[in-house]
């Protein structure tokens, strides 16, 4: 019913039916995993009015042989896939699951739990933050990062008319009107992050 994926690794349909609600995938080495995708195959959909709640556990790092379990998000028959970022998660707080421990697993293995459950219970769950998935489009990160950087190297070529030494091949652009532009290229890609296409 479930698929996993981890950027260069196999896909992953493999997963240990524990429960008869509950589905577990294992990911070795996961101290080198960022973020992982699971998804419904679509050989079977999900019963009406139910959803699954995917989790992620890696080794306590207090020892003792458990796993800490966290909440990632959920899937469902109108949302088949998500991407979680786990990344993030490998040094936080967890709790106690349903799925408790799953075998024992050596130190560098993770799981990754699907709990079906009411679409209800899934609405009122709170998934770890570090887990979801930035929603800011990766060429909007990049926009301002090159404005910044555009706006910054600019600056420091700044000076006074005063220090200004005539030089008949060079083209001086007052630093106030690079930061008009700046602001204003802002102020669109906040507004529309496409404006650019038109």
Request: glycine fraction near 10%; hydrophobic fraction near 45%.
């Amino acid at each position: 019913m479930f698929g996993c994926l981890v950027a260069g690794r196999l896909v992953q349909t493999d997963a240990v039916q524990v429960a008869p609600d509950k589905f577990v995938f294992t990911l070795a080495d996961y101290e080198k995993l960022n973020h992982v995708v699971v998804f419904m195959l679509g050989t079977v959909p999900f019963p009406a009015g139910m959803g699954g709640a995917v989790y992620f556990s890696f080794p306590d790092p207090a020892g003792g042989g458990g796993s800490v379990w966290q909440l990632l998000g959920f899937i469902t028959n109108d949302k088949p896939s998500a991407i979680f970022k786990i990344s993030g998660l490998k040094a936080g707080d967890g709790g106690a699951h349903p799925f408790g421990m799953v075998g024992a697993a050596p130190a560098s293995v993770a799981q990754v739990g699907v709990s079906v459950e009411a679409l209800d219970q899934l609405a009122q769950q709170i998934p770890a933050s570090s887990a979801a998935v930035s929603t800011v489009d990766s060429f909007l990160q990049f926009t301002q990062k090159m404005l910044d950087s555009l706006y910054n190297f600019a600056s420091s070529f700044a000076v006074t008319q005063a220090q200004m030494t005539p030089n008949p091949t060079e083209t001086f652009i007052p630093s106030s009107c690079v930061l008009r532009w700046y602001e204003n290229f802002q102020r669109r890609m906040s507004q529309n992050p496409n404006f650019w296409k038109n």
